[in-house]
């Protein structure tokens, strides 16, 4: 990577060129903001912080004294240069020879002392708000719903929660440290230089509003990069985690290379971003020095010509000249805090687009805690459509499954098969009409009642990188070693995780990568046998599995099924014929319920799903998208059972 660093044309360049390190259409011109408006913005923005302050106020206020005492002590040094040089070398005083030596000791040790206990309370708090806010973010993202982490990526948040919140609640104590700090210092030295001499002090009455002009033109740039530094920052987070973990998907298609160079251009923008910043952050500190050194080289020619004329004595001068040099870095160092304080305000501002958020799960007055199914659940007109689509997902969809019924839901790609699981399990909410549990409307009830009838075996498997054991009780954290293995050997699943080096306190790796795909699939059965819930969902369980591991799941989910309402959803016929009632869906719409032998000879879209999986469509079956009547099976139809091999066909 190759940066135009040689030339101090191009330091500014880099630190002042417009925002162009993507390419984008031409925006509209923005509304000027006023430098009032602007700074408002990023302290209400850091303003939201304060709860987090609040259970450390003590230590803030302790923090507070010491930069107090810090400021006194570094006063404290420039006045004692007066008495030394008159007393001393005009007075010839022996015994300020050991008094002054003694007292600017004294004045160090205290120094030392306070700027060591502000640095320990500056990491004490920082790092507790930093877990402090990692841990609110996180809390509250899981508790977002669905459509919220629809349009956020995995990448997106893991930035904003690790290093958008770290940032922030790391540096926000060291911002304030600084503020304070430095405000108090310069208030002292400030007060010192017109205690001195108040002609020569009222430089600080031009430097002080030159340095708050140069620090807000800087910071207003500031701003702007740091945003974009932010969201560079997560888009290189967003291609890191995907690139990862999607490993043997990358080695498989040998996209080393090209996933490199995807990363590679967002690193470099992200570099050239932070460069521009730290740029930025140094030119303003020397610009702030250089008007210090141009007026301080007017204060030694004036103050020069008062000491010879014998207007001023030169202790008086020198120590005079001492605080006013000490007023420079308190300067500088308010400048940068200024700007570090934008450049958290633009994390947490990310960090609050979570926060703010309305959770999912929040207390709704009167909602019901939901008892087990005892008699019927239904969906009465049903229709929904997901946010940002025109097109329906589901439309007036009606349907009643009983207590202890197996009901299957068939139907091509998009017909509406897992939207119908998604609404039931309050994921998404129905545009029309309702969905009920024994008459009751699960939008009175709580999410948690709700959510704990159900068990969900998904097609894609969902296991952790911890051990068997917890895996299969993580639904039921309070599940004894008992009755997990008894789970686990109703889910056929005991013998192969006695096999593995530790047992049930085997770690599977990341996904259950260590294990195969029917025991991946066999886990959790044996989670969902684990929570016990009056509703189980089979979304696919078994399309992913070879015949044999896929006999062995069958034989599982058998087992699991008996005396449960089960929810079926499956493409191969083979899986779903044994279910009480099975629901074709067609287009969002319900076209066909019943049994198999009833559907096969009245529904239409069933005849074609079914001749889809059992005839061979290139060479006998007519063009199903052609509006043709399908034709009769070549072989007869039997009623298989639930551990029939798939059709090879």
């Not at 923005?30 to 987090?52: D, G, I, M, R, T």
């Not at 007066?82 to 120094?111: C, M, N, W």
């Not at 207390?363 to 239904?378: C, D, F, Q, S, W």
């Amino acid at each position: 990577m190759k940066f135009r660093w040689w030339s101090l044309r191009a330091l500014l360049a880099e630190a002042f060129s417009p925002m162009s390190l993507v390419d984008e259409p031409d925006q509209p011109d923005q509304p000027k903001v006023s430098n009032a408006h602007f700074w408002l913005s990023a302290f209400l923005a850091l303003q939201k912080l304060y709860p987090f302050l609040r259970p450390y106020r003590g230590l803030l206020v302790l923090s507070v004294i010491s930069s107090a005492g810090i400021a006194a002590a570094t006063a404290a040094y420039a006045w004692l240069v007066r008495p030394f040089l008159d007393g001393v070398f005009q007075e010839k005083d022996p015994g300020l020879i050991i008094v002054l030596p003694l007292a600017l000791l004294a004045t160090g040790l205290l120094k030392n002392l306070l700027t060591y206990l502000q640095s320990y309370l500056g990491i004490l708090i920082s790092s507790s708000l930093v877990a402090d806010l990692r841990q609110q973010a996180f809390d509250h993202a899981i508790r977002l719903p669905i459509r919220f982490h629809d349009e956020y990526s995995s990448g997106r948040l893991l930035n904003r929660i690790l290093q958008s919140a770290g940032q922030v609640a790391g540096g926000l104590p060291w911002v304030v440290k600084d503020v304070i700090q430095q405000v108090f210092t310069f208030l002292a030295l400030a007060g010192l230089c017109f205690y001195l001499d108040w002609q020569l002090a009222s430089v600080l009455l031009i430097v002080s509003p030159l340095s708050a002009y140069v620090i807000s033109k800087a910071t207003r740039r500031l701003h702007s990069l740091a945003e974009q530094n932010q969201q560079l920052g997560e888009s290189l987070t967003v291609r890191l985690t995907e690139s990862l973990s999607s490993i043997r998907l990358l080695k498989a298609y040998v996209r080393e290379t090209y996933e490199g160079a995807r990363f590679r251009s967002i690193n470099k923008l992200f570099t050239q971003s932070a460069i521009k910043i730290g740029c930025l952050q140094a030119l303003s500190g020397r610009v702030i020095e250089t008007v210090g050194i141009v007026s301080l080289s007017a204060i030694v020619t004036y103050g020069g010509f008062q000491v010879i004329a014998g207007k001023t004595t030169p202790g008086s001068f020198y120590s005079f000249m001492v605080a006013l040099i000490l007023t420079y870095p308190p300067l500088k160092r308010l400048g940068t805090a200024g700007q570090n304080a934008h450049v958290l305000s633009v994390a947490a501002s990310r960090v609050f687009q979570i926060l703010d958020e309305p959770l999912e799960d929040r207390p709704t007055p009167g909602a019901i805690v939901l008892p087990p199914l005892a008699r019927t659940l239904e969906f009465k007109d049903v229709s929904f459509r997901y946010p940002g689509s025109t097109r329906p997902a589901l439309e007036q969809v009606t349907l009643s499954i009983r207590a202890g019924e197996t009901i299957a839901l068939v139907g091509r790609t998009g017909a509406g098969k897992t939207t119908l699981t998604n609404l039931l399990l309050r994921f998404y909410n129905p545009v029309e009409g309702a969905i009920t549990f024994d008459g009751v409307d699960i939008q009175t009830t709580t999410f948690a009642s709700l959510r704990r009838q159900t068990g969900i075996v998904p097609q894609e498997t969902v296991l952790f990188d911890d051990t068997v054991k917890a895996n299969i009780a993580y639904g039921r954290e309070e599940a004894t070693d008992a009755v997990v293995r008894s789970a686990a050997m109703a889910a056929y699943a005991d013998e192969f995780i006695s096999r593995l080096p530790r047992g049930y306190e085997s770690i599977i790796g990341e996904r259950g990568i260590q294990l195969s795909g029917g025991q991946r699939q066999r886990l959790a059965i044996a989670r969902a046998i684990v929570n016990n819930p009056p509703i189980l969902i089979l979304d696919e369980a078994t399309s992913s599995l070879d015949s044999e591991s896929e006999r062995l799941v069958q034989v599982a989910l058998a087992n699991v099924m008996r005396e449960r309402t089960t929810i079926v959803i499956a493409h191969r016929l083979t899986t779903v014929r044994q279910a009480h009632r099975i629901v074709v869906l067609k287009d969002s719409r319900v076209v066909g319920i019943g049994p198999h032998e009833q559907l096969i000879e009245s529904c239409e879209e069933y005849q074609r799903l079914y001749r889809a999986q059992f005839i061979d469509l290139d060479r006998s079956a007519p063009d199903i998208d052609a509006g043709e009547s399908p034709p009769e099976p070549s072989t007869p139809l039997r009623e298989p059972f639930l551990g029939d091999p798939a059709p090879s066909g």
